[in-house]
C-alpha cells in the first residue's frame, strides 16, 4: 500500500497536472515533507485507477516546478527546498528597519561615477552611435573589452569568441535557452546558486547534484552521476564557491576537466566572486576551450546597475548563443557596455575592485572579530560568509529567528539541491548594509542569537 494517496477531482481532463497540483498542494501544506519518498509510479497508478503514464507526466511537471527530485535507481524524493523560497529577491517591501545580510550586493557606495562617465562619453563622440540596434553578440570595440576583461578570470580569448550579455544572469539564461534542452540536466554542486535553480526550473533543465567536499564539487561523485544519469553538462564555481567559499586547486580542476571531457559534457563555469579574491588557478574551462563556457561577469566587481557581462565561448557555440541573446533582449544596451568598456581600459574598474577588496577585507576582520567562538568559512577580501550553525539551529529556523531580530540572512536550504537535507548552516552577507556600523549590529545580533550565553 501506499504511504500518500492524493484526491484528484478527475473533472478537468488533464489528470497529470491534477497530480502535479496536488503534490504542490500537499507540499505546500505540509502533508509532504522535504527529503520525503513518494510512492513508485506503478504502485500510486494502481492505488488512483490511472496510468502509469499519467503519473510519469505529473511526476515529471512536479519536477520541473522545483518540487520533486527524481534519482534513477533510488526513487523520487519531495525536494530539499520545495517548501523554501529560493529566490534572493523579495518582491515584497521588507520590514522597516531590517538589516540586510542575506542579498549580497557588490559595496554600490564604491561604483564609480556614472555621470562623469557619460559626460566622458559625450565628449569623445557622438552618443545617438550607442541608441541604435546593433549585433546581438555586440560591437567589435565591445567584444574586445569583453576579452580583457575575461583576462581578469584567467580565461585567455579573442574578440571574435566574445557574446555581449545584459548580466550574469542573462549570460546563464543564453546558455541553457540556447545550447540545451527541456528536459536535459545539469549536473551541479549539492548546494548551488539559487539563480540557476530558478532558471533551470523555468526552463524545464533538471539539476543533478553532485557530492562535494572542501573544495567543492567532487571528481568520482560526477563520473557516477554521469554514468547513471544522462548528463549533457556541468556548471561550475571553482573559484569561490557560491555559498560555501570552497576554492579548486590545479588538480581538482584537471580531474573535472578529465571527467568533463570522458562523459563529453559541456563545462559551464560562472565564477561571479572569481574576482573578490582572485588565485593562480585557470579556469576549469581553459583545459578543454571547444566544450566550455565561461561567464565573465562585472556586477560584483564593478556596478550592478550596468547590467554587463561576457560569453567566452568556442566558434561552434557562438550562434546560437547569439541567438539566444537575440530572442531575449536583442541586443545588450550599447551605452550600458560602452561605459563598461571605457572603464575596463581606463583603469577604472581595476581600481574600484580595489576599493571593493579592501572594504570587504575590513569587513571580513569585524565579522572574525564578532564571530569568535563560530565555525565559518570565507575569503579574508570575500563578500559572504558561510556559517556552521551550533546544533540544534537549522538553517531553516535561523533564518527565521534572525528575522525577528531584524537581520536578513540566507539558510542552507536555499542553496540545497535535490532532496538531500541541508546541512545546518546559512550564508551571512558582508556587503548588504552600507553602513559599517549596521554591518556591526547584525553581527552581533548573530552571536547573541548563536552564543547567547557569550
Same mark, same amino acid.
Given at each position: 500500500?501506499?504511504?500518500?494517496?492524493?484526491?484528484?477531482?478527475?473533472?478537468?481532463?488533464?489528470? #497529470?497536472?491534477?497530480?502535479?497540483?496536488?503534490?504542490?498542494?500537499?507540499?505546500?501544506?505540509?502533508?509532504?515533507?522535504?527529503?520525503?519518498?513518494?510512492?513508485?509510479?506503478?504502485?500510486?497508478?494502481?492505488?488512483?485507477?490511472?496510468?502509469?503514464?499519467?503519473v510519469t507526466r505529473g511526476y515529471r511537471e512536479a519536477e520541473r516546478r522545483g518540487l520533486l527530485s527524481a534519482t534513477v535507481g533510488r526513487g523520487t524524493f519531495v525536494a530539499s527546498d520545495a517548501a523554501t523560497a529560493t529566490s534572493?529577491?523579495? #518582491?515584497?517591501?521588507?520590514?522597516?528597519?531590517?538589516?540586510?545580510?542575506?542579498?549580497?550586493?557588490?559595496?554600490?557606495?564604491?561604483?564609480?561615477?556614472?555621470?562623469?562617465? #557619460?559626460?566622458?562619453?559625450?565628449?569623445?563622440?557622438?552618443?545617438?552611435?550607442?541608441?541604435?540596434?546593433?549585433?546581438?553578440?555586440?560591437?567589435?570595440?565591445?567584444?574586445?573589452?569583453?576579452?580583457?576583461?575575461?583576462?581578469?578570470?584567467?580565461?585567455?580569448?579573442?574578440?571574435?569568441?566574445?557574446?555581449?550579455? $545584459?548580466?550574469?544572469?542573462?549570460?546563464?539564461?543564453?546558455?541553457?535557452?540556447?545550447?540545451?534542452?527541456?528536459?536535459?540536466?545539469?549536473?551541479?554542486?549539492?548546494?548551488?546558486?539559487?539563480?540557476?535553480?530558478?532558471?533551470?526550473?523555468?526552463?524545464?533543465?533538471?539539476?543533478?547534484?553532485?557530492?562535494?567536499?572542501?573544495?567543492?564539487?567532487?571528481?568520482?561523485?560526477?563520473?557516477?552521476?554521469?554514468?547513471?544519469?544522462?548528463?549533457?553538462?556541468?556548471?561550475?564555481?571553482?573559484?569561490?564557491?557560491?555559498?560555501?567559499?570552497?576554492?579548486?586547486?590545479?588538480?581538482?580542476?584537471?580531474?573535472?576537466?578529465a571527467v568533463a571531457a570522458a562523459h563529453d559534457l559541456l563545462i559551464i563555469e560562472d565564477d561571479a566572486y572569481d574576482l573578490t579574491h582572485p588565485g593562480e588557478a585557470a579556469p576549469v574551462g581553459s583545459r578543454d576551450r571547444e566544450?566550455?563556457?565561461?561567464?565573465?561577469?562585472?556586477?560584483?566587481?564593478?556596478?550592478?546597475?550596468?547590467?554587463?557581462?561576457?560569453?567566452?565561448?568556442?566558434?561552434?557555440?557562438?550562434?546560437?548563443?547569439?541567438?539566444?541573446?537575440?530572442?531575449?533582449?536583442?541586443?545588450?544596451?550599447?551605452?550600458?557596455?560602452?561605459?563598461?568598456?571605457?572603464?575596463?581600459?581606463?583603469?577604472?574598474?581595476?581600481?574600484?575592485?580595489?576599493?571593493?577588496?579592501?572594504?570587504?577585507?575590513?569587513?571580513?576582520?569585524?565579522?572574525?572579530?564578532?564571530?569568535?567562538?563560530?565555525?565559518?568559512?570565507?575569503?579574508?577580501?570575500?563578500?559572504?560568509?558561510?556559517?556552521d550553525l551550533p546544533a540544534p539551529w537549522t538553517g531553516a529556523r535561523f533564518e527565521a529567528e534572525a528575522a525577528k531580530a531584524g537581520v536578513s540572512v540566507f539558510g542552507a536550504q536555499r542553496f540545497v539541491v535535490g532532496e538531500s537535507?541541508?546541512?545546518? $548552516?546559512?550564508?551571512?552577507?558582508?556587503?548588504?548594509?552600507?553602513?559599517?556600523?549596521?554591518?556591526?549590529?547584525?553581527?552581533?545580533?548573530?552571536?547573541?542569537?548563536?552564543?547567547?550565553?557569550?
Amino acid at each position: 500500500m501506499t504511504t500518500w494517496t492524493p484526491a484528484l477531482a478527475r473533472d478537468t481532463g488533464s489528470l #497529470f497536472l491534477e497530480l502535479a497540483d496536488a503534490i504542490e498542494r500537499d507540499v505546500t501544506g505540509g502533508v509532504l515533507r522535504p527529503g520525503q519518498r513518494l510512492p513508485p509510479h506503478r504502485e500510486l497508478a494502481d492505488a488512483l485507477g490511472i496510468n502509469v503514464s499519467t503519473v510519469t507526466r505529473g511526476y515529471r511537471e512536479a519536477e520541473r516546478r522545483g518540487l520533486l527530485s527524481a534519482t534513477v535507481g533510488r526513487g523520487t524524493f519531495v525536494a530539499s527546498d520545495a517548501a523554501t523560497a529560493t529566490s534572493m529577491v523579495a #518582491f515584497e517591501p521588507s520590514a522597516p528597519g531590517m538589516l540586510e545580510m542575506g542579498l549580497i550586493t557588490p559595496l554600490h557606495f564604491l561604483d564609480p561615477d556614472v555621470s562623469e562617465g #557619460f559626460r566622458r562619453i559625450a565628449r569623445r563622440m557622438d552618443p545617438r552611435a550607442f541608441m541604435r540596434y546593433s549585433e546581438p553578440r555586440g560591437l567589435p570595440e565591445h567584444r574586445a573589452a569583453g576579452a580583457r576583461w575575461a583576462a581578469r578570470y584567467g580565461m585567455e580569448a579573442g574578440p571574435e569568441e566574445i557574446i555581449v550579455c $545584459a548580466g550574469a544572469q542573462h549570460a546563464l539564461t543564453c546558455i541553457l535557452a540556447g545550447l540545451l534542452r527541456s528536459g536535459d540536466r545539469i549536473a551541479t554542486d549539492a548546494l548551488t546558486y539559487p539563480g540557476l535553480k530558478t532558471l533551470a526550473a523555468m526552463l524545464g533543465i533538471r539539476l543533478v547534484p553532485i557530492p562535494m567536499d572542501e573544495e567543492g564539487m567532487t571528481p568520482a561523485g560526477l563520473d557516477t552521476a554521469c554514468r547513471r544519469d544522462a548528463i549533457r553538462a556541468v556548471y561550475l564555481m571553482p573559484g569561490v564557491h557560491n555559498p560555501t567559499t570552497a576554492s579548486m586547486s590545479n588538480a581538482r580542476r584537471d580531474a573535472i576537466a578529465a571527467v568533463a571531457a570522458a562523459h563529453d559534457l559541456l563545462i559551464i563555469e560562472d565564477d561571479a566572486y572569481d574576482l573578490t579574491h582572485p588565485g593562480e588557478a585557470a579556469p576549469v574551462g581553459s583545459r578543454d576551450r571547444e566544450r566550455s563556457v565561461y561567464v565573465a561577469g562585472m556586477s560584483k566587481a564593478l556596478a550592478a546597475g550596468l547590467r554587463v557581462a561576457f560569453i567566452v565561448a568556442p566558434r561552434k557555440l557562438l550562434k546560437p548563443l547569439a541567438q539566444a541573446v537575440l530572442n531575449t533582449v536583442w541586443m545588450t544596451p550599447p551605452l550600458n557596455v560602452e561605459l563598461a568598456a571605457m572603464w575596463i581600459g581606463d583603469g577604472t574598474a581595476d581600481a574600484v575592485l580595489a576599493a571593493k577588496r579592501a572594504e570587504a577585507a575590513r569587513r571580513y576582520m569585524e565579522a572574525c572579530d564578532l564571530l569568535e567562538g563560530l565555525r565559518f568559512r570565507g575569503k579574508p577580501s570575500g563578500f559572504y560568509l558561510w556559517l556552521d550553525l551550533p546544533a540544534p539551529w537549522t538553517g531553516a529556523r535561523f533564518e527565521a529567528e534572525a528575522a525577528k531580530a531584524g537581520v536578513s540572512v540566507f539558510g542552507a536550504q536555499r542553496f540545497v539541491v535535490g532532496e538531500s537535507a541541508p546541512p545546518a $548552516a546559512a550564508r551571512i552577507s558582508l556587503t548588504g548594509t552600507e553602513r559599517m556600523a549596521d554591518l556591526t549590529h547584525g553581527l552581533t545580533v548573530i552571536r547573541d542569537l548563536l552564543l547567547p550565553d557569550a
